[in-house]
């Protein structure tokens, strides 16, 4: 995904680099007296647990944020996970593993993208729960992370990638008026460093071109997007690429539930999955933290995550997927 601001702070990042390979020595206020070399940096102090004011799943419609955050540990122990490597399809089997244990069904679609490194095999996971007319209410976030040096995507691609099976765990057992679908795309990142279409969201544009072929895409009443969710300080704000009156939805129902202290009203602009849908007139809405100062650093770590902050998205998805299931 991309912003104005992400690209900003890339590049304020490439100037911090360049410092750094310059030879002046980073602000790093763990590192040793100036007197002498620096050896080793002081071990860093991570937090692997989750917190412990994390709300229990009764009070957020059964959401386990805690059980969230252990599928985001799971997903980082695997490490980096780029679209066609190795540990990417650990996490494809990790996936399926979780979705077959809470008796989910689930299509696999396997296809190559043609990317600026050629071809990549890729695979996109949708999980589909029936309902009793026609409709489609369908959630969705990526799973692949930023092929960079040391990247393991805790908060981008780990964290929603939690949510949503977290959310497929409660759902798969429960049948609605309409289907709920949970899409788990490959490919969003940009294969190159810089965000520049069409060298990203590969996974999402597939799924809407095979949805649009099969005669599912008009079915589709709302298209909800998770990416970036599990910060401590999580403010989601208002895409305004995504569809006004979902968006009010949405944030009105987090209003309702307390939360309005991370759903904000500031607006931001994203670009992200959600556009491969609404380029094809599909209502979308993105929740999304992209101005967090780790983001596509190989500081996305664990300790960046909060369980809290789980819940809280998981419980807003699991209440606006209830009122659309009202309309
Ligand atoms: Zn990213």
Redesign the pocket.
């Known amino acids: 995904?991309n912003t104005m601001h992400a690209r900003r702070y890339a590049a304020i990042f490439g100037l911090c680099l360049a410092i750094v390979l310059a030879g002046c020595k980073s602000g790093d206020a763990t590192q040793g007296p100036a007197a002498g070399p620096v050896v080793s940096a002081a071990p860093k102090v991570l937090v692997q647990m989750p917190d412990e004011d994390t709300p229990a799943p009764e009070k957020t419609g059964g959401f386990d944020g805690k059980r969230a955050f252990a599928d985001v540990a799971k997903q980082v122990d695997f490490g980096p996970r780029p679209s066609g490597s190795q540990t990417i399809a650990q996490v494809q089997d990790y996936i399926l593993s979780q979705l077959s244990s809470a008796s989910c069904t689930a299509d696999v679609d396997a296809f190559n993208a043609e990317t600026p490194a050629g071809q990549v095999a890729m695979k996109n996971i949708l999980v589909k729960i029936p309902g009793e007319r026609p409709g489609i209410i369908l959630l969705a976030t990526h799973y692949d992370t930023?092929k960079l040096d040391n990247f393991v995507g805790a908060d981008?691609g780990g964290s929603s990638t939690a949510v949503m099976l977290e959310l497929a765990r409660l759902l798969c057992a429960q049948h609605g008026r309409y289907a709920v679908w949970i899409a788990f795309f490959d490919g969003e990142?940009a294969v190159n460093r810089e965000w520049k279409d069409p060298d990203n969201r590969y996974g999402s544009r597939q799924m809407a071109a095979t949805l649009a072929i099969s005669g599912d895409l008009p079915k589709i009443r709302a298209f909800l997007l998770a990416d970036i969710v599990g910060s401590r300080e999580l403010r989601i704000k208002r895409d305004s690429n995504s569809d006004k009156a979902l968006t009010d939805l949405m944030w009105a129902t987090a209003k309702n539930l307390g939360y309005s202290g991370v759903f904000v009203n500031d607006p931001t602009a994203i670009e992200d999955d959600h556009q491969s849908f609404s380029a094809r007139g599909v209502r979308t809405v993105d929740v999304i933290d992209l101005e967090i100062p780790y983001w596509?650093t190989p500081q996305d770590t664990l300790d960046k995550i909060s369980s809290k902050s789980l819940a809280v998205v998981g419980h807003v998805f699991v209440e606006t997927v209830k009122q659309l299931q009202t309309k």
């Open positions: 995904m930023k981008d990142e596509h």
